[in-house]
């Protein structure tokens, strides 16, 4: 059973920054393929960020690219979603998730998934 928790959201101005992390336990973590989704109110959830199980390959939803990183520290066993430039339309619940088919690949499929963590964003 793999326990995934986020933290570092808030409430920030647009134009400023918060780094998002999710600590998992359980589970093998560094064979994980990880991603970053959010929810805003009245809206689908969509995927934001996904990172490979090594780190190497990441693949980011057009909205955010240039603005947001996601990274991983496998001896951590965490994942990071650093948001830079936030403008209002960023707020929303973020999630992180887990992939932990044994034969994980591109596009991932999750099956775990923590509580999520608010980001508000202020005009």
Do not use: H
């Not at 998992?24 to 969509?46: H, I, L, V």
């Not at 190497?56 to 520290?73: L, N, P």
């Not at 034969?103 to 509580?115: A, I, K, L, N, V």
């Amino acid at each position: 059973q793999v326990q995934l928790v986020e933290s570092g959201g808030g409430l920030v101005q647009a134009g400023g920054s918060l780094r998002l992390s999710c600590a998992a336990s359980g589970g093998t973590f560094s064979s994980y393929p990880m991603g970053w989704f959010r929810q805003a109110p009245g809206k689908e959830r969509e995927s934001v960020a996904a990172i490979s199980w090594f780190g190497g390959a990441t693949f980011y939803a057009d909205s955010v690219k240039g603005r947001f990183t996601i990274s991983r520290d496998n001896a951590k066993n965490a994942v990071y979603l650093q948001m830079n430039s936030l403008t209002p339309e960023d707020t929303a619940v973020y999630y992180c998730a887990a992939d932990t088919r044994p034969t994980s690949r591109w596009p991932y499929e999750y099956d775990y998934w923590g509580q999520g963590t608010q980001v508000t964003v202020s005009s």
